[in-house]
C-alpha cells in the first residue's frame, strides 16, 4: 500500500460504517508497503518527511474513531532488499 492507498482504506471503512453496511468493528490498516518504498519516499512529489508526517495525521485521526485498527509495515523490511 500506499499513503493515497491508506487514504482510501480509512474513507472506506467509514463509508461502509455510515451506511450500515458492515459490522460497527470494520477497521483497515495503514502504512506502506516495502514495494512502495520507492516510489512513497524517492520519487514522490512530497518530500519523505511528510510523507511519514502525513501517515503519522491518517493514523492518529483514524484511531479517534477505532477505524485505523493497526498500521502496517512502514517500509523498513531489511530481510527482502530486492524485489
Given amino acids: 500500500g500506499t499513503l493515497e492507498d491508506s487514504r482510501t482504506a480509512l474513507a472506506w471503512v467509514r463509508q461502509k460504517r455510515q451506511e450500515g453496511t458492515t459490522p460497527l468493528r470494520l477497521g483497515c490498516t495503514i502504512g506502506v508497503h516495502p514495494t512502495r518504498c ?14 511519514l508526517q502525513e501517515l503519522q495525521k491518517l493514523a492518529v485521526d483514524g ?12 517500509g523498513l523490511d531489511y530481510d527482502r532488499l530486492e524485489f
Fill in 63 to 74: 484511531i479517534q474513531d477505532q477505524a485505523v485498527v493497526s498500521l502496517g509495515e512502514i
Fill in 38 to 51: 520507492q516510489q512513497e519516499f524517492v520519487d514522490s512529489e512530497m518530500p519523505a518527511e511528510q510523507v
